[in-house]
């Protein structure tokens, strides 16, 4: 009787403490913090967009700005027209490594099966970054990452991770580059 009375215990245990984590994007707000603002909105399929709130481009398209298509929205149409160089591969690895350490271990082990898309605004001339913004569902873990680790990850892909724009991306006002992250595959390092 006992062994079952500390089983019932260290199982509501678990369950408060999975339970209770905060959710910090569960509606839409502005979060003002030292030195900048985010704003959290929740769109169609209940997903979550968090942007910076001086980002310029969140959620928009970029656009033809010379060539023959001028004043189109981009579209990509397989590889030959890719805004990114098909040889960068080392800015892709650096996006993966520059995020790894921004996470403690409670959160690599916390947010292991859930995806973040991590969306980066791209300078086409220069191609460091100039904007991020995030999405993640309602559901997702993520909703419980502090604000604090967000302007973090922006601040470093800003900082240092440059990629090679394409003749097509140069023509472009902006790339937009989403990819997603997901923390299994380096739980273990």
Same mark, same amino acid.
């Given at each position: 009787?006992? =062994?079952?009375?500390?089983v019932?215990?260290?199982?509501?245990?678990?369950?408060?403490s999975?339970?209770?984590?905060t959710?910090?994007?569960?509606?839409?707000?502005?979060?003002?913090?030292?030195?900048?603002?985010?704003?959290?909105?929740?769109?169609?399929?209940?997903?979550?967009?968090?942007?910076?709130?001086?980002?310029?481009?969140t959620?928009?398209?970029?656009?033809?700005?010379?060539?023959?298509?001028?004043?189109?929205?981009? &579209?990509?149409?397989?590889m030959?027209?890719?805004?990114?160089?098909?040889?960068?591969?080392?800015?892709? %690895?650096a996006?993966?490594?520059? #995020?790894?350490?921004?996470?403690?271990q409670?959160? %690599?082990?916390?947010?292991?099966?859930?995806?973040l898309? =991590? *969306?980066m605004? =791209? *300078?086409?001339?220069?191609?460091?970054?100039?904007?991020?913004?995030?999405?993640?569902?309602? #559901?997702? #873990?993520y909703?419980? &990452?502090?604000?604090s680790?967000?302007?973090?990850?922006? #601040?470093?892909?800003? *900082?240092?991770?440059?990629?090679?724009?394409?003749?097509?991306?140069?023509?472009?006002?902006? =790339?937009l580059?989403?990819?997603?992250?997901?923390?299994?595959?380096?739980i273990?390092?």
């Open positions: 009787m006992k =062994i079952l009375f500390s019932v215990i260290g199982l509501l245990i678990g369950v408060h999975a339970t209770a984590q959710n910090y994007y569960s509606t839409p707000k502005t979060f003002n913090e030292n030195g900048y603002s985010y704003e959290c909105t929740i769109g169609a399929g209940r997903i979550i967009t968090l942007a910076n709130k001086d980002n310029k481009y959620n928009k398209m970029p656009a033809y700005v010379t060539g023959k298509e001028r004043g189109k929205e981009y &579209v990509c149409k397989g030959s027209n890719v805004p990114i160089s098909s040889e960068d591969i080392y800015s892709r %690895r996006c993966y490594m520059t #995020l790894k350490p921004l996470f403690t409670e959160e %690599r082990k916390r947010l292991r099966d859930e995806t898309d =991590i *969306n605004i =791209i *300078n086409p001339q220069t191609g460091r970054v100039m904007e991020v913004y995030f999405e993640f569902y309602i #559901l997702s #873990l909703n419980t &990452v502090p604000l680790t967000y302007r973090k990850i922006e #601040l470093e892909l800003m *900082n240092k991770v440059c990629f090679i724009p394409s003749e097509t991306g140069r023509m472009l006002d902006f =790339i580059f989403s990819w997603s992250y997901h923390l299994a595959s380096i273990d390092d």
